[in-house]
């Protein structure tokens, strides 16, 4: 599904964060907002998925399913990890959580809850979340924060996986999160 | 092995405990050595037991009791409804919290002086102890619902929760912690408040009505035996709500990802 960003302003308060902003990704395309921290990265994929609105111009996303991983990993701290990535399942189907929870490497760690897995780990459960969740379209945001290089590879295999052939949007300060993933980069500057 | 000792070294802790303060207890009435004033543990321990076998103590402590618990219940739900209520709508809040600050600033006393005028001695307890409880559990529900992690109803947004999931999977655990503790301090309350009132306007049938005799006859053994009796059901209450909680939460825990889908 492809997602347009038509003339885009917006602000938090008296901040301006996007001016006449203009994005387009085309369905099947993985793209990279590659970006010092505060630049606005985390305002745009806030814009595409729907929780904020823009002041100015128009967002569409065509009606597609939109997945995402969170700059934190937003789990329910009361939940396990399997319970945490079979919660967005409409069936509650635990079979899918279960094969995301195997493909992440955290097959053993289903009982835990988010305080007695490390930071990394409690990253894969994100990651697992969004993809079992599936969808048009998958807005990373910082997905590999806290996961070593050989991880970032095989996470990066199974996002490819399950959304190679649909829209990918990747925000990061590192470039090399971009590289992994195969993605476009677009060196964003916000407004400054 | 340490699980299997610990919960005996609790008890043996509170045994301990418990007989300290007895002893502090015997010799404070050894020291004031007058039984009217002071009467010591045994002399209390063998009127409680007196009283235990009479109908008289278990029908005055079935009717307080339920009395209160009535009072409590009603106050945990309206306590509920009026937190949910306020917090989704702000004129509700404007309106209402002029209410809270009265109930919470008015002294028990006042009010239960002023509730005889209108209400009946057997219901008045109810009332009272339901007013003492409702501002706790209002305020707790209210302030939870404020805390309620964003960052977890920005989750729930992106992933097309139904109201039904947010409200079970998200509001309900956020705000069971402190409602738990809030019921858990609104039991105590409703038990003073409740045989306070009782004490004042005497119903019936009702331990407040006999630790009031026992003070105007002077049985000021049967003023600490009824206290007790009190505090022992007070205790049981407590026990039982925690007791119930745990059983309630590590159920949810268990079966988390299975409750309203």
Redesign the interface.
């Known amino acids: 599904m492809p997602i347009d960003l038509n003339n885009i302003s917006f602000s938090y308060g008296n901040k301006q964060i996007l001016k006449d902003f203009n994005l387009s990704v085309k369905r099947g395309e993985c793209i990279c907002l590659l970006g010092v921290s505060g630049c606005g990265k985390t305002t745009t994929i806030r814009l595409i998925?729907?929780?904020e609105t823009p002041q100015m111009g128009t967002i569409d996303t065509h009606k597609g399913k939109?997945?995402?991983v969170?700059q934190?990993d937003?789990l329910?701290p009361?939940?396990?990890a399997?319970?945490n990535i079979?919660?967005?399942l409409t069936d509650?189907d635990?079979s899918i959580a279960k094969k995301m929870l195997e493909q992440v490497g955290l097959s053993d760690s289903s009982d835990l809850l988010p305080e007695e897995m490390s930071g990394g780990m409690c990253r894969r459960v994100a990651i697992a979340?969004s993809l079992a969740?599936g969808g048009d379209v998958l807005l990373l945001d910082e997905p590999f924060n806290g996961i070593d290089t050989a991880n970032k590879r095989s996470l990066a295999k199974l996002i490819l996986e399950y959304f190679g052939d649909k829209t990918i949007v990747l925000i990061t300060h590192i470039a090399e999160d971009a590289q992994i993933l195969g993605a476009k980069t677009i060196d964003f500057k916000g407004i400054n | 092995m340490t699980t299997s000792t610990t919960p005996i070294k609790k008890f043996i802790k509170v045994v301990c405990v418990l007989c300290f303060w007895v002893l502090v207890w015997q010799v404070i009435s050894m020291a004031v050595g007058i039984e009217l004033l002071v009467p010591s543990p045994l002399v209390t321990f063998q009127t409680w037991l007196g009283l235990v076998v009479t109908e008289k103590f278990w029908i005055s402590a079935i009717y307080s009791l339920l009395r209160i618990l009535l009072g409590f219940l009603s106050a945990v739900v309206l306590g509920c409804v009026l937190g949910f209520a306020t917090y989704r709508f702000s004129i509700l809040k404007t309106l209402l919290s002029p209410i809270l600050h009265i109930i919470s600033a008015v002294p028990v006393v006042s009010f239960i002086i002023l509730a005889l005028v209108w209400i009946k001695t057997d219901t008045l307890p109810i009332f009272i102890s339901f007013l003492m409880v409702l501002p706790i559990i209002w305020q707790t529900v209210f302030g939870a619902l404020s805390q309620i992690d964003k960052n977890l109803l920005e989750m729930a947004q992106v992933y097309k929760f139904k109201k039904s999931k947010v409200f079970f999977k998200i509001v309900i655990p956020s705000i069971m912690p402190p409602f738990i503790t809030s019921c858990i301090t609104g039991l105590g309350f409703s038990w003073k408040s409740g045989i306070a009132a009782e004490v004042i306007c005497l119903p019936q049938i009702a331990i407040g009505k006999q630790l009031f005799n026992a003070k105007v006859y002077l049985e000021t053994a049967q003023v600490f035996a009824w206290t007790i009796t009190i505090i022992i059901l007070s205790v049981l209450f407590e026990t039982v709500l925690k007791f119930a909680i745990k059983k309630y939460t590590t159920a949810y825990r268990k079966d988390g990802a299975n409750i309203a889908d």
Do not use: D, V, Y
């Open positions: 998925a729907g929780l939109i997945s995402m969170f934190e937003r329910l009361w939940a396990t399997l319970q079979s919660l967005p509650n635990k979340r969740f």
